[in-house]
Nanobody, 123 residues
Framework: QVQLVESGGGLVQAGGSLRLSCAAS????????MGWFRQAPGKEREFVAA????????RYRDSVKGRFTISRDNAKNMVYLQMNSLKPEDTAVYYC????????????????WGQGTPVTVSS
C-alpha cells in the first residue's frame, strides 16, 4: 500500500516556475515507478512525466519537454516535478501516481494516486 500527498501548487504568472512535491508512505516506495499527471477543467487526465524506480529513464509529454523535470529521492520517499517557463495551458490539477513495475505513461497502469494539487498559470 502506498499513500501519496502532493503539495506545491498555486497561482503563478506565465513564464514563472513552480516545484511540485509528492510525499509517499510505505517501505516499498523505491520499488515503484512514479508519474505525474494533470487534469484541466473539462478535459481528461493526461500524462505529464514519469520516472523509473531507480530515478532514471525520465519520460515526458512533448508539450513539457525542456520545461519540466521529474526527479525522486528514494531516501526521503519523495518525488518532485520542477516546472519552468509555465504557460496558461499548463493550468490543471496535478496528480502524483505510483506503479509497481517498469515506467509507464498510461493512466490506468498506476495503482495509487494522490488527491492532486492545483496549478493556475495566469497570462
Amino acid at each position: 500500500q502506498v499513500q501519496l500527498v502532493e503539495s506545491g501548487g498555486g497561482l503563478v504568472q506565465a513564464g514563472g516556475s513552480l516545484r511540485l512535491s509528492c510525499a509517499a508512505s510505505g517501505r516499498t516506495f523505491s520499488s515503484y515507478a512514479m508519474g505525474w499527471f494533470r487534469q484541466a477543467p473539462g478535459k481528461e487526465r493526461e500524462f505529464v512525466a514519469a520516472i523509473s524506480w531507480r530515478g532514471g529513464s525520465p519520460r515526458y509529454r512533448d508539450s513539457v519537454k525542456g520545461r519540466f523535470t521529474i526527479s525522486r529521492d528514494n531516501a526521503k520517499n519523495m518525488v518532485y516535478l520542477q516546472m519552468n517557463s509555465l504557460k496558461p495551458e499548463d493550468t490543471a490539477v496535478y496528480y502524483c501516481a505510483a506503479h509497481m513495475g517498469l515506467i509507464v505513461i498510461i493512466n490506468d497502469a498506476y495503482e495509487y494516486w494522490g488527491q492532486g494539487t492545483p496549478v493556475t498559470v495566469s497570462s
